[in-house]
């Protein structure tokens, strides 16, 4: 199973600044988000090239393109061909455009994989299987518990599941205790599993607290350097939490 | 020349799918094949052939669902 840091987590962070965040926590691939800061996009292919050569040279692996439009651009083929990896498409988008944006890719010879996510999210995966793509089912906190809905993604996916993305998972872990993360990552274990696990935030608000993780930020300025940071953003998060 | 065998991976565990066929694969001599049998469309099975066997393998649908999917997978000769 790889495990994998998506650019979600800190969306002005560079591809250097998320590379540091992987290997401060021994992570070995990347989920890289279309328009966050890492600078790869669905057109730029020589940005994909620069990249492609980076990451050979760390040894990261992208495990996907995650896209919340679905425009399928000219080059964006190459990019995904340079980049080694899969057209995500995200689990916002309609079910029946996230499947004609599937049978386009497919017809164009490019890897795709359907984000599927929520409360329909297992008879989703079975649509998608059933249509011949990959799945990768996006397990949020709020839908607990998790446990019981990753078996029936397990089912629903058969082999074609080949990613999950763990929202809540990383430095909010913590903060969803009880919601059935850990029990995700055992049955994923225990099924042999063998995609990849993508740490992802929960929700916008926690940026502060996955930028600190990876690296990105020593504190919070103005003297308010922590010496626990991981510990005092968890509260300031939880405190977060409780005033939204 | 007989009939090439059939892999039916329906009643194969997830977990062990992929490697199975292609452990199956491997075993090919250049110029044999295997039919996979499956109940849904293995187009990302075939992804991974491309990445791991490139120019190596040959993909030719036999029967394309609803139900049943039957794709012949060969060995290319070298």
Known sequence: MLTALSSAAAPRASLDELLVGLARHGLTALELRLGDGHAIGAVDTDAAVAAAARLARENVRVVGLLDRGGAMTESLPRVVDTLRTRWLLDGALPLGTRLECADRADAAGMPVALVVRGPDAAAEARDVRSAGHSVVWEAHPAQAPLGALCDRILEASDDMLVGVRLCGGGPEGTLHEGRGIGAVVGRLVVAGFNGALTLAPSDRKYHVLWETWIGRRGGWGCGSKVTEPIEQLQRTASIAEDIA | ?78
Do not use: C
């Not at chain 2, 997830?14 to 110029?31: N, S, V």
């Open chain 2, 1 to 78: 020349m007989s009939d090439p065998r059939t892999l039916d991976v329906r009643v194969i565990p997830p977990r062990e799918k992929h490697p199975t066929i292609f452990q199956t694969f491997d075993a090919l001599t250049p110029g044999e094949s295997f039919v996979l049998l499956n109940d849904h469309d293995p187009r990302p099975l075939r992804y991974q052939f491309e990445a791991e066997h490139e120019g190596q393998f040959g993909w030719r649908y036999l029967e394309q669902g609803p139900a049943v999917w039957r794709v012949e997978i060969s060995k290319v000769s070298a």
